[in-house]
T-cell receptor, first 112, second 117 residues
Framework: GIQVEQSPPDLILQEGANSTLRCNFS?????LQWFHQNPWGQLINLFY???GTKQNGRLSATTVATERYSLLYISSSQTTDSGVYFC??????????????FGQGTELSVKP | NAGVMQNPRHLVRRRGQEARLRCSPM?????VYWYRQLPEEGLKFMVY????????ESGMPKERFSAEFPKEGPSILRIQQVVRGDSAAYFC???????????????FGPGTRLTVL
């Protein structure tokens, strides 16, 4: 099956700093999503981005499908950005369509 | 447009009891997925359902676990004779009707946190 690796596993930032989170995947994919799991455990959709670049406020993401990686950029970080960031991919194979395979996440802590 | 609804949000069961977790997908969505997050771990796929059909259950434990998505009503994840190792957060996600090879965003519910005493 597809392997999804995220780096770094942990990240501590001072408020206002920028960061880049990386997601590598081992095979071609049909879907890639980034999520933020906040300290209360809720999973929040950030981006649906199987390829290309998208931006939403202070967050942006780029997926280079041919090179099998995706990047999540957080600019001017705030304490509310703290939590775990997950990358998840989906690949349509016979009997495997639909399920997301998650990476282990990057735990981000933003200090005031 | 209400999001994915899950209930209960917290569930406590004693070993040997049954746990029933419910998921109502977003309006217009007919694909439902269940995922489990064990303590200090990432999320693992369990099962993918469409109305009255199980499409992929490759992530479901072979025993004690079952899932359904009836024509009417919510999707149900059922765990029989729970054990302490079943303690986890169970998330449901939904996505809209798709063509056979299309993909779209999966939207996640708030999760049900199951604690087995």
């Amino acid at each position: 099956g597809i392997q999804v690796e995220q780096s770094p596993p942990d990240l501590i930032l001072q408020e206002g700093a920028n960061s880049t989170l990386r997601c590598n995947f081992s095979d071609s994919v049909n879907n890639l999503q980034w999520f933020h799991q906040n300290p209360w455990g809720q999973l929040i959709n950030l981006f649906y981005i199987p390829s290309g670049t998208k931006q939403n406020g202070r967050l942006s993401a780029t997926t280079v499908a041919t090179e099998r990686y995706s990047l999540l950029y957080i600019s001017s970080s705030q304490t509310t950005d703290s939590g775990v960031y997950f990358c998840a991919v989906e690949r349509h194979d016979y009997n495997q369509g639909g399920k997301l395979i998650f990476g282990q996440g990057t735990e981000l802590s933003v200090k005031p | 447009n209400a999001g994915v609804m899950q209930n209960p949000r917290h569930l406590v069961r004693r070993r040997g009891q049954e746990a029933r977790l419910r998921c109502s997908p977003m309006k217009g969505h007919s694909h439902v997925y269940w995922y489990r997050q064990l303590p200090e771990e990432g999320l693992k796929f369990m099962v993918y359902l469409q109305k009255e059909n199980i499409i992929d259950e490759s992530g479901m434990p072979k025993e004690r676990f079952s899932a359904e998505f009836p024509k009417e009503g919510p999707s149900i994840l059922r765990i029989q004779q729970v054990v302490r190792g079943d303690s986890a957060a169970y998330f449901c996600a939904s996505s809209p009707v798709l063509g056979e090879w299309d993909t779209d965003t999966q939207y996640f519910g708030p999760g049900t946190r199951l604690t087995v005493l």
